[in-house]
């Protein structure tokens, strides 16, 4: 059988030896739901092991093992050994198998069509934007919406909503146009990380062309896991990318250091929850507190023990997954419970903290909490908030 | 179906009944992750279980155990896996509890400074729970993010606040335990450890190794977060002066929170598996906690680690105090930001140095010694150690000791690199394990140390213990008539 994608990680798989200090297998989500020590990022580099030795046949119950995986990072900030990208690589490995989840193979499929993996068509992008807004123009920053901000006609309020805040507090905006294609990151949490390189190729260069002909300087992204492909990723395929990338959160605390965005008071108590792709992935743990704490008489609460690099993931990806890999996994009782039973504990976690508000940045998050597309939403007693819709709502 | 394909069937069946078929699996993806812990092994080496499950109460417990007792299979209970002497593998299959899932704090006694617990709750979510009320448990291993507080009563084991308030044993009032026979005791009454009353249970089941029972339930002592502690840590020219400036420390009457020792390897690898190029790109596995290249350390030099704890004037004049004594035997403080970096991976592991470590090297540590060693002996323990280092050609990663109040006893441990894929390095290991072993016990030392004896050192409490082990023998057989509880295990 091909073992390629697994070969890549010999080293890494030999080196983990169910160490004493372990960190990264009690508090991983997947275990923390579905228990058992296949569950934990240890036991699948045991599980990759035996697959490399052809000890392990590939069965159903191991194929969900590894999709179940939320890809949330809570791994690697235990281990520099990088299971997360052995998780990664398992699923490559079903994919040479012929095994994987026919989810991924749609998802392929519609990114090589659509430039998305939400199997809309391309022209569709900017659709949320009235028509005169949508071509590219001179600008300080690109506004990188995204395919779950772009293509999903549920969720525009969170790319109109930003357009918005970014009219009002002055900042000159773009898109890319037809240019601004996937980010990748899908891909490469699905196993397909040459196809997610071929999106990042694409995109550093219509960013860089961007520069030169219109004038930005910056690239702002709605979507953590956005964000997080276009800071780290060039880098690692040798590219330069010419533009600074910034969360919108990160833009906001921005705007607010420099008095140009403003709110009203609310006497309300929020906990904000840590997206694994803003505050993991790229360290950004304070400006999105940063938000909450400028709006006055606000209170912030944490949601201890679990929050910054302990928060626990909502498995926004999975499902995330499911809704763009043509209704996939999302629709599988399986992974919808195992989704559910995290977000359960999540909202617990806030109501424990004292919070009346539960403020996501992630929009998969916010979802996942919501249970659907909702830009409000009351549940288990909280007001479930998306960060712009916050910023909307209060700024003066 | 042949009549064994049958009866696990038929076991299969009634496990379901009794926890449910969510807590059940039998799937070879699962249960081939059950067959290590972090004890060294050839990849050779394997022992599938044939059933893993997650029981949530004692009830559950109770009824597994009357199952397995009339099939007469094994049983295997199971915390967070990281036993370094083999004690969590399932070497005659059965069934493996995994006790992660009774995860429940049950009680916190402020007023009596009690906590009970369920035995699978991992020691990091009790310390960080007991944070938000103002406690501590006195004790935090390397393990802490993993082990369980079932199995740390189970393993011996030392960490963190060892030198003032005694072992992890130390801390246990009292264990509720579930018999081979399915019934449910407690070994004492539940605010207070009171051994007069009869024999001492709760000390017969501790450190037992999940041979003589499952522990479900313990009792600890708990105690208020103090208002300052003062970390320190000391540089000695050789190895001798440190031991004899701990000597001096107990002698004074110095009461330290931790008293932590290794020597220049361990140190040195530490603080290069904590050094992170600050250049490097963001990543979460890489966050930088030594942005300067550490400096170099001979292997024969002393690092010792003391704290203490309490009220803050108090803690200055003890800090005070301990100043003038390792002064005098050549102590130094080291540079502020290795002792910042020490302490800040030491404590939060913000990232896990030992993979990192491991990757330097190219392949994983092992430990090959872990003992109780008198205080004063400790030095030629050490001394048999780098001669054997350079004997058997191997890949050191240094010393550890911890001192055990009241005496602060050594329980020290040593590791070098191994790659288990290699049958000769192997082999060379467990001939290094042997002299270290045997060298300790004929110093008067034991070589129950922290993880108990599991599998692996086995060979070595027959010279221990010679005649008493009979009567340990017959205390297993009586307690346990079928041997289902860990065979395999502790002196089998």
Not at chain 1, 242 to 261: C, P, Q
Not at chain 1, 361 to 372: D, E, K, P
Not at chain 2, 387 to 407: H, Q, S, W
Request: charged share 25%; with cysteine; net charge neutral.
């Amino acid at each position: 059988m091909d073992m390629s994608s697994l070969k890549k990680y010999e080293k890494a798989i030999y080196l983990c030896t169910t160490c004493r200090d372990g960190g990264c297998g009690i508090l991983c989500p997947s275990f923390e739901i579905l228990g058992f020590e296949a569950n934990t990022p240890r036991g699948k580099m045991r599980i990759a092991r035996a697959l490399l030795e052809g000890r392990l046949e590939i069965t159903e119950p191991l194929v969900r093992r590894i999709y179940t995986c939320t890809g949330c990072g809570y791994c690697a900030t235990r281990c520099s050994n990088n299971p997360h990208d052995v998780m990664r690589a398992l699923r490559s490995h079903l994919i040479e198998a012929g095994r994987a989840h026919y989810g991924a193979a749609s998802a392929a499929e519609s990114l090589r069509k659509n430039h998305n993996p939400a199997f809309r068509p391309h022209e569709e992008r900017f659709d949320w934007l009235p028509e005169e807004l949508r071509a590219p123009r001179k600008a300080e920053v690109v506004f990188f919406v995204g395919c779950y901000g772009g293509h999903n006609i549920h969720i525009h309020w969170v790319a109109q909503t930003i357009v918005k805040i970014l009219d009002k507090t002055g900042v000159k905006w773009t898109t890319l146009g037809p240019d601004e294609w996937c980010c990748g990151e899908v891909m490469g949490q699905l196993g397909m990380p040459d196809l997610a390189d071929e999106f990042v190729k694409h995109n550093v260069n219509a960013i860089n062309r961007a520069v030169k002909n219109l004038g930005v300087s910056r690239v702002v992204c709605q979507c953590p896991g956005c964000s997080h492909v276009l800071k780290h990723y060039p880098r690692r395929l040798g590219l330069t990318l010419d533009a600074e990338v910034l969360h919108i959160t990160e833009l906001y605390s921005e705007l607010i250091k420099e008095g140009r965005l403003k709110f009203k008071e609310s006497k309300k108590t929020y906990a904000y929850h840590d997206a694994c792709l803003l505050g993991r992935w790229q360290g950004v743990y304070e400006a999105p507190r940063a938000i909450i704490k400028a709006i006055p008489e606000a209170k912030l609460v944490e949601m201890e023990p679990r929050t910054r690099d302990f928060s626990l993931c909502c498995t926004g990806d999975v499902r995330r997954w499911g809704a763009s890999a043509g209704y996939g996994i999302a629709l599988d009782r399986f992974y919808y419970d195992f989704s559910e039973g995290l977000v359960r504990r999540r909202l617990k976690a806030a109501k424990e903290s004292g919070a009346e508000t539960l403020v996501s940045t992630c929009v998969g998050c916010h979802r996942s909490f919501v249970g659907g597309s909702y830009q409000r939403a009351r549940r288990e007693d909280l007001d479930l908030l998306q960060i712009s819709t916050l910023v909307a709502d209060l700024m003066i | 179906m042949d009549s064994n394909t049958q009866q696990l069937e038929d076991i299969y069946e009634a496990l379901v009944k009794i926890v449910g078929a969510e807590n059940v699996t039998r799937e070879e993806c699962d249960l081939i992750c059950y067959e290590k812990d972090f004890s060294l092994s050839s990849t050779t080496q394997e022992f599938m279980p044939d059933f893993a499950i997650h029981i949530r109460t004692t009830e559950q417990a109770s009824e597994i155990v009357k199952l397995a007792s009339r099939y007469k299979i094994p049983m295997v209970p199971r915390g967070g896996g990281t036993n370094q002497w083999g004690g969590s593998i399932p070497v005659s299959g059965g069934i493996v509890l995994d006790m992660r899932k009774m995860d429940r704090i049950l009680n916190v006694d402020e007023e009596n400074r009690t906590v009970t617990v369920q035995a699978g709750v991992v020691i990091w979510n009790l310390v960080k729970h007991l944070e938000k009320l103002g406690f501590f448990v006195a004790d935090k291993p390397e393990s802490w993010f993993a082990a369980t507080i079932g199995a740390r009563t189970q393993t011996a084991g030392t960490g963190y606040y060892n030198s003032r308030y005694g072992q992890f044993i130390d801390q246990i009032i009292c264990l509720e335990v579930v018999l081979p026979t399915g019934e449910v005791i407690k070994t004492g009454p539940p605010k207070v450890y009171d051994p007069g009353s009869g024999y001492d249970l709760t000390r017969l089941f501790s450190n037992a190794e999940g041979t003589l029972g499952i522990i479900t339930e313990v009792t600890l002592r708990i105690h208020p977060l103090p208002e300052h502690r003062v970390v320190e840590v000391i540089e000695f020219p050789t190895y001798e002066d440190m031991i004899e400036a701990v000597v001096a420390i107990r002698d004074s009457g110095l009461v330290p929170e931790t008293m932590e020792t290794m020597d220049g390897t361990r140190y040195s690898r530490w603080l290069h598996a904590v050094y992170i190029d600050p250049q490097e790109p963001y990543h979460p596995s890489k966050v930088s906690v030594l942005r300067r290249l550490p400096p170099e350390v001979p292997k024969d030099a002393g690092i010792m680690m003391v704290a203490y704890a309490g009220m803050k004037k108090l803690v200055g004049a003890q800090v005070e105090l301990t100043n003038e004594i390792y002064q005098k035997f050549g102590g130094k403080l080291v540079p502020d930001w290795c002792q910042e970096a020490l302490l800040a991976s030491k404590e939060t592991y913000p990232h896990n140095p030992t993979p990192h470590d491991n990757a330097l090297v190219g392949k994983p540590f092992k430990y090959v010694f872990d003992a109780t060693v008198p205080l004063k002996r400790a030095t030629e323990v050490f001394r048999a150690y780098l001669k054997l280092i350079d004997k058997y050609k191997v890949e050191p990663r240094g010393v550890e000791t911890v001192y055990c109040a009241p005496d602060f006893h050594a329980m020290m441990c040593a590791q070098i690199y191994v790659d288990e894929r290699d049958e000769a390095e192997v082999e060379i290991a467990q001939r290094f394990m042997d002299e270290m072993h045997r060298f300790a016990i004929s110093l008067g030392g034991g070589v129950g140390g922290t993880g108990g004896i599991g599998t692996m050192r086995i060979r070595y409490v027959k010279d221990q213990h010679g005649p008493a082990l009979e009567l340990m023998r017959r205390i297993k057989r009586l307690l346990d008539p079928n041997s289902i509880m860990n065979p395999g295990k502790k002196f089998e």
